[in-house]
């Protein structure tokens, strides 16, 4: 079955509920009526209820009423968010630069709004040492503290330790501030400290 309601002719039942082109309550009316009304209020006939008894029917412009529901959800489509999930993999030995580097990227993705997955790989011998991957683990957890929280603490996965960080900015609000702060810095001004 289509997802498309059925108009004017397609309609195969005896009678219909019908309801007016601004709301009002018509009545059960047999649906050559109905087609009749709807021609001559130059309107097409739509079943808007086909599973209810008598089938539910509306007075409208149907090439209209798909256009606004069709702007409608492109609309909503258009201020949707999708949640993105980063990863990021580090090792138990990272050095202290590369480990910056990592807390760098995990910042900016922080702050645009995605959740971060934390992966650290064991090698050889590092897999009976976990407790290495969770300080590291915890340590990144406090040093992003002001930007995300831990959405699901460090367990293991074989030879992996995954933690998520989530940002505690949704990803609207971030969009919505880094288009302030680009339209601030274009116009010469200071970006707002928030």
Do not use: C, W
Not at 59 to 81: I, P, T, V
Not at 87 to 110: A, C, N, Q, S, W
Not at 156 to 175: F, L, S, W, Y
């Amino acid at each position: 079955m289509s997802a498309e309601p059925r108009i004017n002719d397609r309609i195969r039942v005896p009678e219909v509920r019908l309801v007016g082109p601004n709301g009002e309550q018509v009545g059960i009316v047999p649906i050559a009526k109905a087609l009749e009304l709807a021609r001559e209020s130059d309107l097409d006939l739509v079943e808007v209820a086909p599973t209810a008894r008598p089938p539910v029917a509306k007075l409208m412009d149907y090439g209209k009423f798909k256009y606004e529901s069709a702007m409608k959800a492109r609309e909503a489509r258009k201020n949707q968010a999708h949640t993105v999930i980063k990863e990021i993999k580090l090792r138990p030995k990272i050095d202290p630069h590369d480990y910056e580097t990592k807390k760098g990227h995990v910042v900016r993705f922080l702050k645009a709004g995605d959740k971060v997955k934390v992966t650290i790989m064991f090698r050889g011998r590092e897999q009976s040492r976990p407790e290495l991957g969770f300080r590291l683990l915890q340590r990144l957890a406090d040093d992003v503290e002001e930007l995300g929280f831990v959405e699901s603490r460090a367990k293991q996965d074989g030879r992996n330790m995954i933690m998520v960080i989530g940002p505690h900015k949704k990803k609207a609000e971030a969009k919505a501030e880094a288009k302030a702060e680009r339209a601030a810095s274009r116009s010469g001004a200071e970006p707002a400290a928030g």
